[in-house]
Antibody, heavy 120, light 111 residues
Framework: EVQLVESGGGLVQPGGSLRLSCATS????????LSWVRQAPGKGLEWLST????????YYADSVKGRFTISRDNFKRTLSLQMNSLRGDDAAVYYC?????????????WGQGTMVTVSS | QSVLTQPPSVSGAPGQRVTISCTGS?????????VQWYQKLPGTVPKLLIY???NRPSGVPDRFSGSKSGTSASLAITGLQAEDEADYYC???????????FGGGTKLTVL
């Protein structure tokens, strides 16, 4: 069974940092692009970042460019999102998602999400 | 304000057909980039309904169909059921943003 399990969410002060992880199982990890998507309370889905299967290409939304860094460890089968300079509008449920085979941005499998709260 | 524009809400009675539009531009769908559609029920994770414009993943009922033409796309749902009440999002790649983008979402109400 394909599984994505996020961890690392929690409460952080404005200006602080947090590192999210997404542990995966059930598929050939280095065959698929992976992404982070978030949903703030009462808001829609927002794409944040994508990393290709080899890790050679990364993409970022303007809202997080320069503050967030996506990475993957193809040996540990883990996706990460390093989040720095967090702001109040970064509070959301953060999902990792696996692309459909042969695509980069068709998000086929989703984790259950991890909540990030930004507050002093 | 997303570069992909969806109506905030649509509604229909059980058994009816509804469509949800997604309007983009020459930097996303108009440039030939594919569109996906997702269903998000309250308290659940998003579900991929349609990929590469008009393809359904296994397990998605054929009541759901997608189409794309020029700078716009549509999701059609036939034989509307109460369980279809959810938020629906279109998504594509945008070359001017050099990344992916979701539409603002459409809330479907089954009357």
């Amino acid at each position: 069974e394909v599984q994505l399990v996020e961890s690392g969410g929690g409460l952080v002060q404005p200006g602080g940092s947090l590192r999210l992880s997404c542990a995966t199982s059930g598929f050939t990890f280095n065959n698929y692009a992976l992404s982070w998507v978030r949903q703030a309370p009462g808001k829609g889905l927002e794409w944040l970042s994508t990393i290709t299967n080899s890790g050679s290409n990364t993409y970022y939304a303007d809202s997080v460019k320069g503050r967030f860094t996506i990475s993957r460890d193809n040996f540990k089968r883990t996706l990460s999102l390093q989040m720095n300079s967090l702001r109040g509008d970064d509070a959301a449920v953060y999902y990792c998602a696996r692309a459909r085979m042969g695509t980069t941005f068709a998000f086929e499998i989703w984790g259950q999400g991890t909540m990030v709260t930004v507050s002093s | 304000q997303s570069v992909l524009t969806q109506p905030p809400s649509v509604s229909g009675a059980p058994g009816q057909r509804v469509t949800i539009s997604c309007t983009g531009s020459s930097s996303n769908m108009g440039a030939g980039y594919d569109v996906q559609w997702y269903q998000k029920l309250p308290g659940t994770v998003p579900k991929l309904l349609i990929y590469t414009n008009n393809n359904r993943p296994s397990g998605v009922p054929d009541r759901f169909s997608g189409s794309k033409s020029g700078t716009s796309a549509s999701l059609a749902i036939t034989g509307l059921q109460a369980e279809d009440e959810a938020d629906y999002y279109c998504q594509s790649y945008d070359s001017s943003l050099s990344g992916s983008v979701f539409g603002g979402g459409t809330k479907l109400t089954v009357l």
